[in-house]
C-alpha cells in the first residue's frame, strides 16, 4: 500500500494546433504589362520596399514624360496670366481657368508617375518568399485575383490551439473558488511538439484567445507566440502544445495500478481503513501525471491505498501490512499479507 500525501501540482493540457505565419502578403500587379525580370531568390528573406519584379515601364514612362510637357506648359502659362491678371490685361476667369488646367496637369503627372513606380513591383512586407508563380515575359494585368508570389513573417510565428468551452469553463470556475491558483512565473508558459515527437527548443507565451465559441466544434481558439529564428517552425505545420494552466496546490495522486473500474466504468479503490479492514471506495479521476491519476474526489491525504496483492484481497478482509524488499527498477512499497482466511 502508499499512505497519501498532499501535493502542488501543476495542471497542464496538450492541445493540437497548427502554425500560421505572424503576417502574410499576397504580391499582386496593380498595373498591366509584360514581367521583364524578376530581382529575387525564391525561399531567401527580403526586405519591405526591395524590388521583386520590373513590369516593362516603357508605356507608362512616355505617360510620365508627356505628363510632365503637359504639366509644364500649363504651370507657365498659369504663371504668365497672374503677372496679367494684376494688370487687368486679362479676365480674372481665363486666369481662374489656367490655374485649374495647371492643377489638372498636376494632377495627371503624380498618376503617371504612379503608375510608372508601380511598373517596379516591391515588397510590401519583410519576410521569407515563397516562390514565384511566373517567369519573365508573362503578362500580368491590374486586379488580377491570382496573386505572383508570397511573403511570410515567421519570426516570431503564431500557433492557434482549439481548446473545448467545457474546459475553460471549469478551469475559470475553480480558479474563482479558490481550488486552483493561477500559475505564477508561468502563466501562459506553451512547450510545443514537433510533428517528428521531437520537443521544440523555444518556449512560447499564450497571447490570445477568442471571444466567441464555435457553434460547430464547440471550441475556442487559443494563439500562441513562439520564436522561430532558425525557421524551424513552417506554416500549416500539425503540432501540439502543452499549456500550463494552473497549480492545484493540494493534489492528491494515487498511483495508476491502484486504481480499478467497475461494469459502470466507474473508478474505485481498496483502502485499508481502522482496524487494518479493507474497504472499496468510489473515487473520482483527474488527469494522468507520469503513471499517477490525479484525484478529484473520493481520497484525502492520510488514506492507505492497496497498490498491490489486488487479486487476494476483498472488501471487508483484515489484513496485516509489512515491509517489501524493494526491488531495483521501482521504488520500495509496502506488500499486504492476509490475516482473515474467509478474505482468500
Known amino acids: 500500500m502508499v499512505t497519501l500525501e498532499s501535493s502542488p501540482v501543476t495542471l497542464s493540457t496538450t492541445l493540437p494546433g497548427r502554425t500560421v505565419a505572424i503576417k502574410t502578403a499576397e504580391v499582386r500587379p496593380q498595373v498591366e504589362g509584360i514581367i521583364q525580370e524578376r530581382f529575387f531568390t525564391q525561399g531567401a528573406e527580403v526586405k519591405a520596399g526591395q524590388a521583386l519584379y520590373q513590369i516593362d515601364p516603357a ?5 510620365f514624360n508627356k505628363a510632365q510637357a503637359s504639366y509644364n506648359s500649363a504651370s507657365a502659362t498659369a504663371r504668365r496670366y497672374e503677372a496679367l491678371v494684376k494688370s487687368n490685361a486679362i479676365s480674372r476667369q481665363v ?25 517596379n513591383i516591391k515588397a510590401p512586407i519583410s519576410g521569407v518568399i515563397g516562390r514565384s508563380l511566373v517567369t519573365e515575359g508573362a503578362l500580368v494585368t491590374s486586379g488580377q485575383s491570382s496573386y505572383l508570389t508570397t511573403i511570410s513573417q515567421l519570426d516570431p510565428i503564431y500557433v492557434d490551439l482549439s481548446e473545448s468551452s467545457r474546459e475553460l469553463l471549469k478551469l475559470r470556475r475553480d480558479l474563482q473558488q479558490g481550488r486552483l491558483e493561477a500559475v505564477n512565473d508561468h502563466q501562459a508558459a506553451v512547450t510545443l511538439l514537433l510533428e517528428d515527437g521531437t520537443v521544440y527548443s523555444h518556449e512560447g507565451k499564450l497571447g490570445f484567445s477568442e471571444v466567441t465559441v464555435d457553434n460547430g466544434t464547440g471550441s475556442v481558439t487559443l494563439r500562441a507566440t513562439f520564436p522561430n529564428p532558425d525557421r524551424a517552425l513552417l506554416p500549416g505545420m500539425f503540432v501540439h502544445a502543452k499549456l500550463q494552466k494552473a497549480v492545484q496546490e493540494n493534489a492528491i495522486l494515487v498511483p495508476q495500478e491502484a486504481i480499478q473500474h467497475d461494469n459502470k466504468g466507474d473508478a474505485w479503490v481498496y483502502v485499508v481503513a481502522e482496524q487494518n479492514k479493507v474497504e472499496r471506495r468510489t473515487v473520482e479521476l483527474g488527469d494522468m501525471m507520469q503513471g499517477n491519476w490525479l484525484v478529484a474526489k ?47
Do not use: C, F, H, W
Open 59 to 63: 508605356t507608362y514612362r512616355a505617360a
Open 95 to 119: 486666369y481662374d481657368d489656367a490655374v485649374s488646367t495647371a492643377e489638372q496637369a498636376k494632377a495627371d503627372l503624380d498618376s503617371s508617375k504612379v503608375n510608372l513606380e508601380y511598373a
Open 298 to 344: 473520493g481520497l484525502s491525504a492520510g488514506d492507505q491505498v492497496v497498490v498491490e496483492g489486488l487479486q487476494m484481497i476483498n472488501a471487508g478482509a483484515t489484513v496485516a501490512v509489512t515491509e517489501q524488499t524493494p526491488r531495483a527498477e521501482k521504488e520500495p512499497k509496502a506488500a499486504l499479507s492476509m490475516t482473515d482466511p474467509s478474505a482468500r
